[in-house]
């Protein structure tokens, strides 16, 4: 983001306070202090990543949960507020006395009218690059299901730390990188639960060191877990969907990087990756190969099965299921904990994908919290 990037008036800012928790509001005291989204990161020490993730989550609550629905801010952004965008349309419903944003979050109230269209990427995309441009294999680095906050840490340090070292053409995160715990169906354990805007500003200071490692182009895949915060909105509150989306949150766009929903996947070469295509336990690499009828790559399983078939005419699949990347003291309140130890296996994947589409891929455990890539031992901090 541009050292000169303007925030909204200090009245809109203001007008925020209401539904902003003690963090949140402290970002919009420094905001208003300081007039700049980096003068007021910095004032506090905080990053601009989680900096800008709080404003925008605090703005994305007003919105949900109170019906506030400022005309300008939810067509371009607040970034460009003080360019002379007009006030918001809806004065803002603050909690009662003595509310806390939680407690206030009630059945919102109809927002002034119908949401035009989801917050997703708007802008076209950059042309992606494809094994066909390179003079050499192309270096694909495939992140599976990391479920932040609720991620290992030093398992994913190491990952990180791989990925910085690599040095891939492409990176792909293949889903359930957000885990969405707040917004689950499933019960929750009271001592663990957060707000989402916790989460999301966990997401992205996560993504935030995957930008760091400096690989230009990320396709974002979703997940099932990443994809709660749209079925809840739909459960929870249809009228407002729309109104407040992931990639938005996740600042998919502002990063330059490329959003696949849910049900979506990729191909790069001759290698589909996706996050699951109806599978899940340990026979599903052999089951998502008989399906696609292609090499493919698929998150999900949280096992990591890397099997082959080859064809009469000669051809020949691969198909990997990647691993994960969470702790199965926090991620796997699904799953019997003992099994989630036996069963998931840390690590991530790389590809090398030949012109002619070919991929070979390795899938790189982390065993102690360390992996071996071309004789190198890579170990991550443990937090
Ligand atoms: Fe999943
Ligand atoms: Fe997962």
């Known amino acids: 983001m541009g050292h000169s990037t303007k925030c909204a008036t200090p009245e809109e800012l203001e007008s925020l306070k209401p539904f902003a928790t003690e963090n949140e509001r402290r970002c919009l005291d420094a905001l208003i202090a300081n007039g700049s989204l980096r003068k007021a990161a910095a004032a506090i020490g905080k990053n601009e990543g989680s900096f ?17 629905r400022p005309e300008a801010w939810g067509r371009v952004g607040w970034k460009t507020l003080a ?27 109809k927002p002034a009218r119908a949401p035009e269209r989801p917050h997703v990427a708007s802008r076209s995309f950059r042309d992606f690059p494809q094994p066909a441009d390179f003079d050499r294999p192309m270096r694909v680095f495939i992140i599976p ?14 990952c990180l730390a791989a990925l910085h070292a690599w040095r891939p ?7 359930d990188f957000v885990d969405d715990a707040c917004v689950s169906s499933h019960a929750k354990r009271p001592d663990r639960s957060r707000l989402l805007s916790e989460e999301i500003d966990a997401n992205n200071v996560e993504l935030d060191r995957v930008q760091a490692a400096g690989c230009e182009y990320v396709d974002f895949l979703e997940g099932n877990h990443c994809d709660r915060l749209a079925r809840y909105m739909a459960e929870k509150a249809p009228e407002l969907y729309g109104l407040v989306s992931m990639p938005e949150l996740l600042r998919i ?3 330059g990087w490329r959003w696949h929903p849910y049900k979506t996947s990729i191909k790069i070469g001759k290698v589909v990756m996706t996050h699951d295509v109806g599978f899940a336990g340990k026979n599903a690499a052999w089951q998502n190969l008989a399906a696609t009828g292609k090499s493919v790559i698929t998150g999900h399983t949280h096992w990591a099965t890397m099997v082959y078939q080859g064809h009469d005419d000669g051809t020949r699949h691969v198909s990997v299921t990647a691993g994960w990347l969470g702790d199965p003291e926090k ?13 998931w296996q840390h690590g991530f994947c790389t590809a090398e994908i030949d012109r002619d589409g070919v991929a070979w891929v390795n899938f790189r455990p982390i065993i102690d919290g360390r992996t071996i890539i071309d004789g190198r031992v890579i170990q991550g901090s443990c937090g």
């Open 145 to 158: 299901d990391v479920h932040v906050p609720n991620h290992h840490e030093q398992a994913w340090n190491t």
């Open 331 to 343: 991620a796997a309140d699904y799953r019997p904990l003992d099994r989630a130890r036996r069963e």
């Open 253 to 255: 766009n502002e990063r």
């Open 52 to 68: 800008n993730s709080a404003i925008r989550t605090v703005r994305a609550r007003a919105v949900v949960q109170h019906g506030w």
């Open 169 to 175: 053409d492409r990176v792909v995160i293949l889903g």
């Open 83 to 109: 360019a002379g965008a007009p006030a918001p349309s809806v004065a803002p419903q603050a909690p009662g006395h003595g509310q806390s944003p939680r407690s206030a979050a009630q059945p919102a109230s």
